[in-house]
């Protein structure tokens, strides 16, 4: 994979444009606005390694770093001096920075007519070490725009490109059309964010390496069903790509449609090898998924296309009804295990799903202790009723009506998802699935 590494120059440019993002107003006050900005602005031009800016509360308008940062382990870090009183920024533009650090910040995106749907107001790129913590990356709904797209998000949360080292942790991205794409990087790390209510996709991926995706939790999403829209919660393609994507990790996630229209869930199609323009050179490889908690609406519910080196393990799939679309097959809306026949070094084990396609006859592909759960006849096995704890009358948006029953065959068996199992602490606590 090719990642551009940043220049790194002897002097920080720097630089806060404080301006209302697409043409609004962002504050009320443009003197004070003025009067943070100019003091963001000194701060800045002093900076470097081991810099640490504290901001009080207002309105920035669009930060844009170009050039410099920090250092290995001495990293500039920008950051809130109240967490209840946050410094809210339009727009973000990162390009060319090492090692910093953005802590407890507003990202809030306002719709201006003439926006395209996949305006980008927060980007980051060509930059080597970068982590966001504690923020809130906030969209806008689109007015005037057509009947398919009113009142429905707009733009992307985040963008990240040509990075090598970039961290998103509990943090929200919400109210977006699409939440988060990253492509040609390098050293992804996404931990224990919130991503909701968004209209399309919630992680796009292409052409990336070394990726780990772990404890976020991906619910409720806001779609309009009468567009064209493919969502998808997390999903990686391949189309336009040059080299393929490798080593990935998504493990104890929770992705769940609550009370939100169907979505597909982890979705992985290669679209150059199925199409055939493309061999086993484009292959992704050294993919990792386990311990996620699937409750959607679609039988895409992990779905994996040629791949070399895959391993599909503790994971539980299970049908939200509440989520259902307007088709007449019931099959549609239960999410199973697809794996493309294709891949090789295939293990598939202690899964909970519906269905694993293709079934266990291909040369090469372990299939190990895997169970079939089914919400049609409580006559057959492994009915709904006779595994989780309310998975017809609970709350879709709480993990405690899908736990494993006590008395239930997956109570202490070490399949599916831990997280679901009666003694896990959410749990025990009756609390819902935010990370």
């Avoid at 050179?281 to 040629?306: C, D, K, P, S």
């Amino acid at each position: 994979m090719h990642v551009v590494k940043p220049f790194i120059g002897k002097s920080l440019l720097l630089a806060l444009v404080v301006a209302g993002f697409g043409g609004c107003t962002l504050w009320p006050d443009p003197a004070r606005a003025s009067d943070l900005s100019a003091d963001l602005a000194t701060q800045l031009g002093n900076a470097g390694p081991g810099t640490v800016i504290t901001l009080p509360g207002g309105d920035y308008g669009v930060l844009t770093l170009k050039a410099g940062g920090g250092a290995a382990g001495n990293p500039l870090v920008i950051k809130a001096a109240d967490a209840a009183d946050p410094p809210r920024f339009s727009g973000l533009v990162l390009e060319n920075v090492t090692d910093v650090v953005l802590d407890g910040m507003v990202f809030k995106y306002r719709f201006a007519a003439g926006d395209p749907i996949f305006a980008q107001p927060f980007k980051v790129a060509k930059s080597k070490d970068v982590t966001i913590s504690h923020a809130l990356f906030d969209g806008d709904v689109a007015t005037g725009v057509s009947a398919i797209d009113d009142g429905y998000p707009y733009g992307i949360g985040l963008t990240v490109r040509w990075c090598d080292g970039f961290t998103l942790q509990t943090s929200e991205i919400r109210s977006f059309h699409r939440g988060l794409g990253v492509s040609e990087s390098d050293h992804i790390t996404l931990r224990a964010n919130d991503i909701h209510g968004l209209r399309s996709d919630g992680l796009n991926m292409a052409q990336v390496t070394n990726v780990l995706i772990e404890g976020n939790y991906f619910r409720d999403f806001a779609r309009d069903v009468a567009s064209t829209d493919h969502s998808d919660m997390i999903q990686f393609w391949t189309t336009n790509t040059t080299a393929p994507s490798h080593d990935i990790t998504i493990r104890d996630n929770v992705l769940d449609s609550g009370i939100g229209t169907y979505t597909q869930s982890i979705f992985m199609r290669n679209e150059l090898v199925d199409q055939k323009k493309a061999g086993p050179e484009m292959f992704y490889h050294t993919v990792t998924i386990t311990g996620n908690v699937i409750i959607n609406a679609h039988l895409h519910g992990i779905t994996v296309g040629e791949t070399d080196g895959l391993l599909i393990a503790n994971n539980t799939l299970i049908a939200n009804p509440a989520s259902n679309g307007p088709e007449k097959n019931p099959l549609v809306f239960i999410p199973q295990i697809r794996v493309a026949p294709k891949a090789v070094n295939v293990q598939i084990r202690r899964n909970v799903s519906y269905k694993i396609d293709p079934p266990p006859r291909l040369s090469g592909w372990v299939m190990d202790k895997n169970f079939a759960v089914q919400n049609a006849s409580p006559r057959l096995a492994g009915f709904y009723d006779l595994v989780f704890a309310d998975p017809e009358a609970g709350d879709p948006r709480n993990l405690s009506s899908f736990a494993y029953r006590p008395d239930g065959v997956l109570a202490g068996a070490g399949i599916g998802a831990a997280r679901l199992d009666a003694a896990h602490p959410a749990i025990k606590a009756g609390r819902g699935t935010a990370p």
